[in-house]
């Protein structure tokens, strides 16, 4: 007897099958990709610069800690470390001092103009701007100070702040602040006691990607740093000669970088979920 074509309801039914298993197969080569790069760094950093080179020692080799202890102990990473959390952290807070008022008085003024400008320094790319800030600051001589790489890092925080809580303040209701005022606070008061306290979990999206952004910074450290003040990426170059790079010291000083934003990245998602996700179901 001849087959019979297959029915809507028979092709229906197939699809919800062969869809889960295409999504798992996707999602897996997605994971491995990113992944891998950062397992190879991990084992590589247990490794000799001999046992790197050779192939045959790709999983099987003797682990040794001389990396780590060339990094921590006889590099003193713990100043670079320090450097690195210090400007993130200043940047950070400062940005969020001046960036929250001035994203809450463009949503709630609907200063589209302004919110524009905001916008396009946030498009700028800060290597375009290298060149005259060392100009500016050597003139100044602030460069190779922490006052420099604060307000370098700033030019990028900030408007990411204002972009990300603009858009967190357009979700909230207005009438929470009418409400107050109605019940004697000033607009300031209603902003302080109302509306910053429900905006944390924006607070903590914006300050989480500044510090990260901060923390990762290479270029702006690079050349306005100086000696005493150079940040983890920029330390890590201490490695990379002309003739030859270490690359065991290499990656370890890659995981000691990576690991404390993998760390924060993990425990603070669902912040980072819920600010950049706040505004999307604003109407």
């Given amino acids: 007897m001849p087959t019979q074509p297959a029915r809507p309801t028979d092709r229906r039914r197939r699809k919800p099958r062969a869809y889960p298993a295409f999504r798992v197969v996707a999602l897996t080569l997605v994971v491995l990709l990113f992944i891998a790069p950062l397992v190879w760094m991990a084992v590589a950093s ?31 990473y713990f100043v670079f470390i320090f450097n690195s959390f210090w400007v993130a952290f200043a940047s950070t807070v400062l940005s969020l001092l001046l960036g ?8 709630r003024f609907t200063m589209h103009r302004s919110a524009m400008v905001v916008l396009m320094a946030r498009i700028i790319p800060g290597v375009s701007l290298l060149v005259p800030w060392y100009f500016i600051f050597a003139n100044m001589r602030m460069v190779g100070g922490f006052g420099v790489l604060i307000l370098s890092h700033m030019f990028v925080a900030l408007p990411l702040i ?3 809580m603009i858009s967190y303040f357009d979700s909230m209701p207005l009438e929470l602040e009418e409400q107050a005022q109605v019940d004697g606070l000033t607009p300031i008061g209603a902003f302080a006691r109302i509306t910053l306290p429900l905006s944390i979990p924006g607070l903590a999206t914006a300050g989480i990607l500044s510090f990260i952004f901060s923390w990762n910074n290479f270029m702006f450290a690079l050349v306005l740093s100086g000696a005493n003040t150079k940040t983890l990426p920029v330390a890590i170059f ?7 790079i270490d690359w065991g010291s290499l990656m370890s000083a890659a995981v000691v970088v990576t690991v404390p ?23």
């Fill in 162 to 164: 204002v972009y990300i």
């Fill in 261 to 283: 934003i993998m760390v924060i990245a993990l425990f603070t998602q669902k912040y980072i979920v819920s600010g950049l996700t706040a505004g999307a179901t604003k109407g």
């Fill in 100 to 107: 929250v008022p001035a994203a809450y008085a463009m949503s």
């Fill in 238 to 244: 201490n490695f990379v000669s002309y003739a030859s």
């Fill in 46 to 76: 247990f490794k000799t610069n001999v046992d790197i080179y050779d192939a045959s020692k790709t999983f099987f080799f003797t682990p040794t800690l001389d990396n780590y202890e060339n990094v921590l102990s006889r590099n003193n």
